[in-house]
């Protein structure tokens, strides 16, 4: 059984997939697809798919009740949280760019809060996402309804050239660890 877990965050439904809040989900749907695998099988509330050295999850639970699923896909696969990358969009960060850190808070996000909560640590790696336009980030309710749109046409494209890094840095960090990583992939 793998011993290895990445995470992608995000809300399910057809109303939510194109939205800003769920690039976590469409990283973890690359990597399926770049390793030939389908993510359908449901367990611990996630969507799954299993390679031979790494579980992917995308958490049917909506987006502040991720933690549930890392910590039942933690508990029951015995995976420890040093073990699991959890994937999510970030708003402090601009379109485009990734960061990659191995511990820390929830930074405001409320998905990667519930993470820290369930599992019980801030030991847990992680990469997030930018999202946010150059302008200043939202606040609010504003903030909410920013995460909960669709990217702008003419975002698309660095969207998509975002996602297959998150893909490549999930990869890289698999097969030699955070530091490389980190050193190719944060911006």
Known sequence: MPDRLILGLGNPGPKYRETRHNCGFRVVEELAR???????????????????DVVLAAPQ??????????????????IEPADIL???????????????RTKGG??????????????????VPRLRLGVANKERPPQGDELEDFV??????????????????AAD?????LRQGAEPTMNRFND
């Open 86 to 100: 959890i994937v999510y969009d970030d708003v402090w960060l601009d379109l485009g760019q990734l960061r990659l």
């Open 169 to 173: 840095a999930c990869e890289m960090y």
């Open 34 to 52: 770049r390793r030939k695998l389908s993510l359908g099988r449901l367990e611990c509330k996630s969507l799954l798919a299993e390679g031979r």
């Open 61 to 78: 639970t909506y987006m502040n009740r991720s933690g549930y699923a890392a910590r039942c896909l933690s508990e029951r696969r015995e």
């Open 148 to 165: 909960l749109s669709p990217f702008e046409p003419g975002e698309e494209a660095v969207v998509e050239k975002m996602i297959e890094r």
């Open 106 to 123: 929830p930074g405001g996000h409320r998905g990667m809060e519930s993470v820290i909560r369930n599992l019980g640590t801030e030991g």
